[in-house]
């Protein structure tokens, strides 16, 4: 199922069908599906002059096939967002983990909604857990905001604990989850919220229109002073 097909995708979102397909039901409203568009484009953004970018997949609602007798007809989930480091970032269908060097996820979102809680906190976070083996598992409901993160210690999940601002280290991204303006957002080390293409451009147009401001402040203090900038 496509959920492309089915949800309006904000202007200037591209995203194609073929990494929106999965085999569990689709997303749960449209606030749910801003959230899965804005973590994947968020880190997309951030990864974009790093090293990592030719080297991880990220996706959303795309389903994650592990039958150890290797079945598409079997063993299947579609995590709501996740994220598997070291291997080619090139546009899937599926996640196959017999066909990727059986990788799973090294991190991994599920959205929470009333119809999918108690799954997503039970047995998704069971499988993950003693299957996948995925060393970070966060949820996040984009309604009432809940927010928890689990990392894999001696096999078990054991929950992350929050700095002092709330903020949730993930050491597979080396970043902060945290919730920002009632979204699920990505946080540096240093604090710095990590922005979407649109709020970049957005600051670099204020950034610029400050600078034309300020020296346009010079300029006149400049003339006050008998002084012709243009000759400076």
């Not at 003693?130 to 984009?142: K, S, V």
């Not at 670099?204 to 402040?217: G, I, L, N, P, S």
């Amino acid at each position: 199922m496509s959920v492309a097909k089915d949800l309006p995708t904000p202007e200037g979102v591209i995203f194609p069908d073929s990494d929106l397909y999965s085999d569990e039901p689709p997303l749960e409203s449209y606030l749910h599906l801003q959230q899965m568009l804005l973590l994947l484009k968020c880190l997309e953004w951030w990864w974009r002059d790093q090293q990592h970018f030719n080297d991880f997949f990220a996706a959303g609602n795309l389903t994650i096939y592990y039958s150890q007798r290797q079945r598409k007809s079997e063993d299947f989930r579609g995590p709501d967002f996740f994220v598997v480091l070291n291997t080619e970032n090139q546009p899937r269908d599926t996640w196959v983990v017999w066909e990727e060097d059986g990788k799973y996820p090294n991190l991994i979102i599920e959205l929470l909604s009333p119809t999918t809680a108690s799954v997503d906190k039970g047995l998704k976070k069971q499988i993950y857990q003693d299957i996948f083996r995925t060393p970070e598992y966060f949820w996040f409901d984009p309604k009432n905001l809940e927010f928890a993160g689990f990392i894999l210690v001696g096999g078990t999940y054991h929950p992350i604990e929050p700095n002092p601002q709330g903020l949730l280290w993930s050491q597979q991204l080396s970043l902060y989850l945290g919730v920002h303006e009632n979204k699920l957002r990505y946080i540096t080390a240093e604090g710095q919220l990590i922005p979407t293409p649109e709020e970049f451009a957005q600051q670099e147009k204020q950034r610029a229109e400050q600078e034309k401001q300020k020296a346009e402040r010079l300029a006149a203090k400049l003339r006050e002073l008998g002084i012709d900038p243009e000759n400076l």
